[in-house]
Nanobody
């Protein structure tokens, strides 16, 4: 079992920046991928960015060029640096971890609110 705790959300003006953090309760060495999803009111949860255990990132088209995902295995933490924020980025941001295998385990954090004002 892995608990994920997000932090770093808040209220920011359009064009501003935020850095989200996701701390895992234990080593992420065995985790195949970690990253971020978001869910805006009335919309489905969607991918923002994921990073594999090998450090390969994958970004949603909506955030490419504006967001950078990174991880620190020493502290079992994944980060999401978000720049040039837009009102459309307003959502609850959830951390996700995947441990692939038979069976596959999916873990979610409780989320952190990001609000971008125009």
């Amino acid at each position: 079992q892995v608990q994920l705790v997000e932090s770093g959300g808040g209220l920011v003006q359009a064009g501003g920046s935020l850095k989200l953090s996701c701390a895992a309760s234990r080593s992420i060495f065995s985790i195949n991928a970690m990253g971020w999803y978001r869910q805006a009111p009335g919309k489905q949860r969607e991918l923002v960015a994921m990073i594999t255990s090998g450090g390969n990132p994958n970004y949603a088209d909506a955030v490419k060029g504006r967001c950078t995902i990174s991880k620190d295995s020493a502290s079992d933490t994944v980060y999401l640096q978000m720049n040039s924020l837009k009102p459309d980025d307003t959502a609850i941001y959830y951390c996700k971890a995947e441990k692939r295998g038979n069976p596959t385990y999916i873990y979610w954090g409780k989320g952190t609110q990001v609000t971008v004002s125009s």
